[in-house]
């Protein structure tokens, strides 16, 4: 079941724009390793903006990541994903997502659009949660939201593996996307 989202329902509710709070805000990701356990990364820049519609569900999210601020924790590993095996940064320097559509589903909340990654754009949907609206003690409006998906890595042309001697691969297939953001109200 479809339930509607409007601004009487969403506490503090402001139409205009917001940008992201790099300082308050993560985008990661999770991939099976060895078929045993999950590598965790981050990117470290990126850019996003909400643009508050009237009604929210017109509401528009646009994300912007730098693919070479990929961080493991490794910096071998961080290496190799900045290669053709991975990102190709060279030809494909960002990742993108454009929002679609908002909705609340069976009590979801859904945010629908296109993520273009290596010059491939398939569409996603994120699962999550509006934390709410507050103001800081310096008088600034902030959002805070949080999402994830999954999606297969080879459907983004991200192919590279390696066999293992006890079978199966070093990579799993299926890639998290996690986000937690925090935005600053504009106006």
């Known amino acids: ?6 601004a009487d329902t969403i506490e503090g509710y402001r139409t205009g724009t917001w940008v992201v709070d790099p300082t308050h805000t993560e985008i990661g990701f999770s991939v099976r390793h ?3 356990s999950k590598v965790r990364g981050v990117f470290e820049k990126f850019d996003a903006t909400v643009v508050a519609a009237e009604k929210p569900a017109d509401s528009t999210v646009t994300v912007t990541v730098d693919v070479t601020s990929i961080n493991t924790n490794n910096a071998d590993r961080d290496a190799h994903l900045r290669t053709n095996d991975f990102f190709a940064p060279d030809e494909f320097p960002t990742m993108t997502f454009v ?4 909705r609340i589903e069976n009590g979801d909340l ?6 273009t990654l290596r010059g491939v754009t398939k569409p996603i949907t994120l699962k999550g949660e509006f ?5 800081d003690p310096w008088g600034n409006v ?3 939201a949080s999402g994830s998906t999954v999606i297969n890595r080879h459907d983004f042309g991200v ?6 001697e006890t079978g199966g691969f070093l990579l799993g297939d299926d890639v998290t996307l996690n986000i937690d953001a925090q ?4 106006g």
């Open 1 to 6: 079941m479809t339930t509607a989202i409007t």
């Open 34 to 36: 060895l078929a045993i």
């Open 99 to 102: 929002s679609t559509g908002l």
């Open 110 to 115: 859904l945010l629908d659009g296109d993520l």
């Open 131 to 135: 934390g709410g609206i507050a103001t």
């Open 142 to 144: 902030k959002a805070a």
């Open 159 to 164: 192919s590279w593996n390696a066999a293992l």
């Open 183 to 186: 935005f600053a109200y504009q």
